[in-house]
Each structure stands twice: as structure tokens, then as C-alpha cells.
């Protein structure tokens, strides 16, 4: 096997884990290389944030899903460069792979639009730690309240900001407000949970830009229905420690800020020596390959893919799949002899979940919202995760919320920011 060609896939995301999978037959050698060891179904990741899932129930180790697979082998590492005259690549530990076919599916990281001092104030949501990070200042939040003489005090800790109304935004909104209505009034005495104030920010006209605004207005009902405070037309200005400024004077006091508003792709897009785009994207021929570089990929939120109309590809796990397997299908073309087609995206829709029977859904000429839509978000994001245990627990997860509205993973973990703020206050007067 060792004189067959060399497939190095950097990236067990969507697009790099179906692309390797796609080439289980083909003949060449498989490196899939990633800095973590397991895929993580990111559309889910805000049910970690509030609650609803554990990790585990949403990422499958890289070497479980590769297993059967004879001609791949899986990378613990971190890609920091890629040389494409000696076509290698270059880990963080100084170790080379040289490759004869690459393909980049590392993705992207939050973007703060050129205000990176905001992330230390406004945590993302893309990867564990950050949802992680999320449910424990959420459920922070509840818990400092609790012991608050304070009213106004209080009412900054309770109060929380949402940047982004987009599906992530939407989702996380609308999942923090029925945990504070629904979930906890009956754990906690001191406090009214269901008074919690949950504001979704968003800079565009209307709530999820991308879908058509008969959905975006019923979206927004939605939300407000569970007591989201939907603000459109809000451009965030400035993000500090307990509040957040909106335009150029509206100062919204809030204790726990969380962002959603965009994303910049992974910084190993650049090492490739071409241009990107605004983003980071690196803009890619038909085949979805690098100019002048034909063994060269870039896909999934890491490739600038434009539709035959001219539009963009959006990046969603859907289009990260059908790039993947696309690559693998080239490249065994390559092998056999035959000429290249250039990609085609299935546009298979949109969906976006608000809460407990609540969603919206856009399947080419079908608008749905509401009970329908939201069963049909289920089954899709079943449909989708990886391997049989996560698809068996996460039914039983939502199931069990759905019949006795709990959240089974209300777990505070890691090093508490609460404390951290009590020790700078000047007076200690507000703890009981």
C-alpha cells in the first residue's frame, strides 16, 4: 500500500471526515489529520450551552468512525503550514507529511470584526470548551442571583445578551428563555427565573437574514412568544465587562454576553500563498481546488464556493458533506484517468429550531414553521450524527425534555467568573 498515493485531509469536520469515508475504496493512502481526536456535530452545539445534551453525545472519536477503514490512518496535530513546492505539510511539533493529494476542511473560529478584546467578554460558540463555557456562565448567573440583595445588581445578572440572530443566535435565544420560564422556577426560592431578560441583537433588518423574511417574521414571533426581546436593526458598538453598547449611546447593563454574530475562517488558509476573501476564505476553481495547485482542495467554511447564479455557498454541514465527497470523487477520477466535473451544491434547505415545538424550515418552495418544521429539524439532525449510540441517547435527551421539560446536564464546571467579579467589588454589601 505504501507506493499508492497519498491522501492527507486536514480537518475531521463534516468535510473532511465524509471525504475520507468517501475514499474507503479508492487506491491511495489516507492520512486524516486533526487537533482534536474526535468529530464534533457542531448544529448542536448550542444544546450543550443550555443544557440539553452532554459532549458526548454529539462527537464520535475520528479513529471509532475510521475503524474499518484499511487505507486510513488518523493524526493527533495541529497543521501549522503547508509547503506546496515539497508538497508537505507542517505540524505544531515540527513533524512533516508530505501528501500527493491535499485537501483543507479546517473551518472556521468566531469573528469579532476587528474587536478580538471582545471575546474575553463575549464567548463564541463553535467548538466544546465554548459551550461549555456558555452553560456555565448561564447557569452562573441563576445561582449568584440567588444570593443578590441587590435589585439592580440582580437585574444585571439576569439579564443576558445575545449578538447574532442568526440560526445560532435563534437557537440559543430561544433555548435560554425556555429554560428560564419553563426549566427552573421551581429550583430556586430567592429569585423569579422567569424574569430573566434575554435580548437577541441583530445589525440586519430582520432575524436569520439568510431565509426568506415570511420566515424571519415568524421566527420572530416565535421568540417573542417565549419571551426573547428581539432588537433588529442593532449594531453592537462595544462589548466590556457588564454591558454592552448598541449604536452610539444605548448602554445595555448584562452580567453575561454571547456572541453569534460571525465567523472567519481557520488562519491555515493563508498559508497557502493565495488570495482570500474578507473572511479568510480561499476562493477555489469549479473542482474545488486551488489555483494553480490541481492536488490542492479547500472545502467546507474554509473554501470561497460560489453557486452557478452567483451567490454563495453557504456554509453549513449539508454543503461541508456534498465538497467532501465531491474531493473524493475527483480524486479517483484522477486515478482512473478520467477528466474532472466541476461541484454542484444541492441546495437541501434550511432549518432553524426557536424551541419546544418551534422552528422554521426552507425547502425550496416549501415555507413551514412550527410544530412541522420543528419535527422535521429533529429528524434531520438525527439523521445526520454520527454513529448509532449518539442517534439512540440524543432521541432519548429530547424526548425526555420534551415530556417533562427538564434539562438533564445542568452541570457547573470550571473556575467560576462569578467569583472573580464578587472579589472586585468594592463593598461585598450584596452577598447574603
Avoid at 445560532?168 to 429550583?187: C, F, H, K, Q, Y
Avoid at 436593526?233 to 457588564?242: E, K, L, P
Wanted: hydrophobic share 45%.
Amino acid at each position: 500500500m505504501a507506493d499508492r498515493p497519498h491522501v492527507v485531509i486536514v480537518g475531521g469536520g463534516f468535510a473532511g471526515l465524509y471525504c475520507a469515508r468517501k475514499l474507503r475504496r479508492a487506491p491511495v493512502r489516507v492520512t486524516v489529520i486533526d487537533r482534536r481526536n474526535f468529530h464534533l456535530f457542531q448544529p448542536l452545539l448550542y444544546q450543550i450551552a443550555t443544557a440539553s445534551l452532554s459532549p458526548a453525545d454529539i462527537a464520535t472519536p475520528i479513529r471509532t468512525v475510521l475503524r474499518r477503514q484499511r487505507n486510513a490512518q488518523v493524526w493527533m496535530g495541529e497543521v501549522v503550514d503547508v509547503d506546496r513546492e515539497s508538497r508537505e505539510v507542517r505540524l505544531a511539533d515540527g513533524v512533516s507529511v508530505g501528501y500527493d493529494y491535499l485537501v483543507l476542511a479546517t473551518g472556521a473560529t468566531h469573528a469579532y470584526f476587528g474587536h478580538d478584546e471582545w471575546a474575553e467578554h463575549a464567548p463564541g460558540l463553535k467548538t466544546v470548551d465554548d459551550a461549555i463555557e456558555i452553560r456555565r456562565r448561564f447557569l452562573l448567573a441563576f445561582e449568584e442571583a440567588e444570593r443578590e440583595a441587590d435589585p439592580a445588581s440582580r437585574s444585571r445578572q439576569l439579564t443576558f445578551v445575545i449578538v447574532g440572530a442568526g440560526p445560532t443566535g435563534v437557537e440559543l435565544a430561544g433555548a435560554m428563555a425556555e429554560i428560564a420560564r419553563r426549566v427552573l422556577p421551581s429550583d430556586f426560592r430567592a429569585i423569579d427565573t422567569s424574569a430573566a431578560r434575554i435580548l437577541l441583537l441583530e445589525g440586519a433588518d430582520r432575524v436569520l437574514p439568510p431565509y426568506p423574511p415570511e420566515l424571519s417574521r415568524k421566527a420572530k414571533r416565535q421568540l417573542e412568544a417565549l419571551g426573547v426581546e428581539v432588537r433588529t436593526g442593532a449594531m453592537v458598538t462595544q462589548v466590556a465587562d457588564g454591558f454592552v453598547v448598541v449604536g452610539d449611546e444605548e448602554c445595555i447593563e448584562a452580567e453575561n454576553v454571547f456572541w453569534a454574530a460571525g465567523v472567519s475562517a481557520s488562519s491555515l488558509g493563508a498559508r497557502l500563498g493565495v488570495e482570500t476573501d474578507r473572511a479568510g476564505r480561499v476562493p477555489v476553481q469549479p473542482d474545488l481546488s486551488v489555483n494553480g495547485d490541481p492536488n490542492v482542495f479547500v472545502v467546507g467554511d474554509l473554501a470561497s464556493v460560489r453557486k452557478e447564479d452567483g451567490s454563495p455557498v453557504p456554509g453549513v454541514a449539508p454543503a461541508a458533506i456534498q465538497m467532501g465527497k465531491h474531493v473524493a470523487r475527483t480524486i479517483g477520477r484522477d486515478l482512473a484517468g478520467r477528466p474532472r466535473n466541476p461541484f454542484q451544491y444541492v441546495d437541501k434547505g434550511d432549518l432553524a429550531t426557536i424551541g419546544r415545538a418551534a422552528a422554521v424550515a426552507h425547502l425550496g418552495p416549501l415555507k413551514l414553521s412550527g410544530f412541522v418544521a420543528w419535527i422535521l429539524w429533529v429528524v434531520v439532525h438525527i439523521l445526520y450524527l454520527i454513529g448509532f449510540r449518539n442517534r439512540v441517547l440524543v432521541m432519548l435527551q429530547w424526548a425526555w425534555a420534551y415530556l417533562t421539560y427538564q434539562r438533564g446536564i445542568r452541570l457547573i464546571t470550571g473556575e467560576s467568573h462569578v467569583t472573580l467579579r464578587q472579589a472586585r467589588r468594592s463593598d461585598g454589601a450584596s452577598d447574603l
